[in-house]
């Protein structure tokens, strides 16, 4: 587009990209002003079971973006949840923000409600604390707690930094038991709380700073304030 003389910076046109410019120029394309980037949000959304994870599924499923309110923007979710899982699940505008929370370095706590088929005793479950090969997967080192033994099923509470696809279940076929329930609670310092399923809550953007060091733009817009969001089609 440089090349072919369609931009311009503060009204000239410019030939070569190797030009810094600052918050202050002014950035056109074909005469139109280039907008400034959307502020960077947040969202809490409980995912129910037998969504998935994906803008599109191959096999026609429900997924999650079908579900969504019209009025939100279009979101990326951060990591996923598989089908048959639910619970807390972040969506957010910024593909920068997203691939910073899933990074296994970011060093994040994700803890689950699961409950399994079996009776889990510390010995059964030491194998997963101290992290486990599962078909050439090493899964790094669980926290695991027993809640309760309720009859055939048992509850635990699961926490760990990586989340890679069906690790819980995986590495829980692997000490003899069947996962029949998953729920994640909490992401970081992101909770599920009462959120309903299928409910959506916005993090505040003085939340957001506080927890990521990102810089405020500009405070929420009040209600009545808030520009109308284009309508999501739905299958």
Request: proline content about 6%.
């Amino acid at each position: 587009m440089i090349v072919a003389g369609r931009v311009t910076v503060n009204g000239q046109k410019i030939d070569s990209p190797a030009l810094n410019v600052t918050d202050g120029d002014i950035i056109t394309v074909d005469g139109a002003t280039v907008a400034e980037a959307a502020q960077s949000r947040l969202w809490l959304y409980h995912k129910p079971a037998g969504l998935v994870t994906t803008e599109r599924d191959e096999k026609n499923r429900e997924t999650v973006f079908a579900t969504l309110p019209d009025d939100l923007p279009r979101v990326m979710s951060v990591g996923r949840l598989d089908m048959n899982s639910e619970g807390l699940l972040l969506l957010t505008n910024d593909g920068a923000l997203k691939r910073r929370l899933e990074l296994p370095s970011t060093g994040w706590l994700r803890k689950y409600r699961v409950r399994v088929k079996g009776n889990p005793t510390p010995e059964i479950l030491a194998p997963l604390e101290a992290g486990i090969h599962v078909e050439e997967q090493h899964y790094q080192p669980m926290r695991v707690t027993i809640d309760r033994q309720q009859g055939a099923n048992a509850w635990l509470t699961v926490g760990l930094r990586e989340g890679k696809n069906r690790e819980i279940r995986r590495a829980m076929d692997m000490v003899g038991l069947t996962v029949n329930r998953l729920i994640r609670i909490s992401y970081g310092p992101f909770r599920l709380g009462e959120l309903k399923p299928g409910e959506v809550s916005e993090i505040k953007p003085r939340i957001l700073a506080d927890q990521l060091g990102i810089s405020r733009q500009e405070e929420a817009p009040k209600p009545g304030t808030r520009s109308k969001a284009k309508s999501r089609k739905r299958s």
